[in-house]
């Protein structure tokens, strides 16, 4: 079974930065992409960051760009966002996904970042 956990997610303050991580929990899988969806109360889910493995190439909500980096290890199953400049909008439960050939989309539970002002 395909199991991802996110950690990191916190309370920081209007220009703070966060390192939310996403690693698998049970066995080691092949994906093609990694990345991280958010969530904000009574908003529908919407895209952060991506990285695909191959090429290596990487991808940024406009929302994001600037102030987001994503970085991951294939071989790990393992994809981490860093977040710098953090707005009262950035606040949402992020959501790890990576999408898996002949499986599809597999999501973690989901972190909390809430960034207060």
């Known amino acids: 079974q395909i199991q991802l956990v996110e950690s990191g997610g916190e309370s920081v303050q209007t220009g703070g930065s966060l390192i939310l991580s996403c690693a698998p929990s049970g066995r080691i899988f092949s994906s093609t992409n990694m990345g991280w969806f958010r969530q904000a109360p009574g908003k529908e889910r919407e895209f952060v960051a991506r990285?695909?493995?191959?090429?290596?190439?990487?991808y940024f909500a406009d929302s994001v760009k600037g102030r987001f980096t994503i970085s991951g290890d294939n071989a790990k199953n393992t994809v981490s966002v860093q977040m710098n400049s953090l707005k009262p909008e950035d606040t949402a439960v992020y959501y790890c996904?990576?999408?898996?050939?002949?499986?599809?989309?597999?999501w973690g539970q989901g972190t909390q970042v809430t960034v207060t002002s």
């Open positions: 996904y990576a999408d898996v050939p002949r499986l599809g989309r597999v």
């Open positions: 990285i695909r493995w191959s090429p290596s190439v990487t």
